[in-house]
């Protein structure tokens, strides 16, 4: 079974940085990407970044282009989301997730087969 573990999340006011991290530990077969998908109360899982494991193809939401960056360290199944610039709208509770199998854009959240338990992120002043 695979694990994967979040941490990073917290406060910080508007325009300031935080630093995901995730683990994968366990069992983890080959996969296809890892990403990260986030939920804010009310709303939908929405998709934020992945990237793939073979070519290292990003992708990102369009509203988090030009301020988040997502890194992998495939030597420790280590997924990183660095968020700059950050906006009360990104507050959320971030997931991180296993895609096991090719799939198409845009990424939904049946795409990804395994979760973390989530780390939240709060923007506020």
Not at 19 to 26: D, F, I, K
Not at 42 to 63: L, M, P, Q
Not at 67 to 73: G, H, L, S
Not at 95 to 119: E, K, L
Request: proline share 6%; net charge neutral; glycine share 12%.
């Amino acid at each position: 079974q695979t694990r994967l573990v979040e941490s990073g999340g917290g406060l910080v006011q508007p325009g300031g940085s935080l630093r995901l991290s995730c683990v994968a530990s366990g069992d983890i077969p080959s996969y296809y990407a890892m990403g990260w998908f986030r939920q804010a109360p009310g709303k939908e899982r929405e998709a934020v970044s992945y990237i793939t494991v073979g070519a290292g193809r990003t992708h990102y939401a369009d509203s988090v282009k030009g301020r988040f960056t997502i890194e992998r360290d495939s030597r420790a199944d280590t997924v990183y989301l660095q968020m700059n610039i950050l906006k009360p709208e990104d507050t959320a509770t971030y997931y991180c997730a296993i895609a096991w199998n090719y799939f198409q854009d845009p990424p939904i959240p049946a795409d990804f087969g395994s979760w973390g338990q989530g780390t939240q992120v709060t923007v506020s002043s």
